[in-house]
């Protein structure tokens, strides 16, 4: 088929960025020596580093004001996107194939805008982009179809003519149930790849195994 719209996840699928996100409520225990885990996932789900550390710092009764929390954290968050994250492998090679093409191109991911921004802006990814939709921002979730909907009327395609790119069965379990096709890309952050290659109508263990001649 002939896509009109492509729609990316960040962290995980544009950026090999979910390491610094890997354990950094534990980091942030750590620096308080508090040698705690805590699986924020399955308590939490995907959220933002405010809500994260809220918890955080009420479960582990940590001594510290939440705003002093988050400035500590957004610091070390802040310094990785500005400085050390990089492209995930072979996506670049897509991109250039859909700026080719005209095929109008959005971001949607739970990361704060004000560390994606800059991070694409470093990366020189900025101008392959339309739209970029942060979920923390806009305080929604792409557990619900909503925000690709939203997408979908910025880049002017209906989702049966767009094509979702993720790393995270949650995410890409939404698209597909609302009408988008999925390329999916292996991640070791993401728990069930096996439920995710299912998911997708493209399943890669690098973006440089995805077929550019789709488009």
Not at 60 to 65: F, T, W
Not at 79 to 92: S, T
Not at 141 to 162: E, H, I, Y
Request: aromatic share 10%; net charge negative; hydrophobic share 40%.
């Amino acid at each position: 088929m002939t896509y009109k719209a492509a729609i990316f996840d960040l962290d995980g699928t544009l950026l090999d960025s979910m390491s610094i996100w890997d354990n950094l409520c534990g980091k942030f225990l750590q620096r308080h020596n508090i040698d705690r885990e805590i699986d924020l996932e399955s308590k939490l789900g995907v959220t933002t580093i405010r809500k994260a550390l809220e918890y955080v710092i009420k479960e582990c009764s940590v001594d510290i004001s939440l705003e002093d929390a988050y400035t500590e954290t957004w610091q070390i968050v802040e310094e990785f996107y500005l400085n050390k994250a990089q492209l995930k492998p072979g996506i670049l090679a897509i991109l250039d194939r859909l700026q080719q093409k005209h095929i109008p191109c959005g971001v949607i991911t739970a990361t704060e805008s004000g560390l994606v921004i800059p991070a694409l802006e470093r990366i020189g990814l900025r101008g392959y982009f339309n739209e970029i939709f942060s979920c923390a921002d806009m305080q929604t979730s792409k557990r619900t179809p909503d925000v690709f909907f939203q997408m979908s009327q910025v880049l002017g395609a209906a989702p049966v003519d767009t094509i979702v790119f993720e790393d995270a069965l949650y995410a890409a379990a939404t698209a597909k149930k609302a009408g988008y096709s999925i390329a999916a890309v292996y991640d070791a952050t993401e728990k069930s790849p096996q439920k995710l290659k299912e998911c997708a109508d493209w399943y890669c263990q690098s973006w440089e195994e995805f077929p550019l001649d789709i488009f």
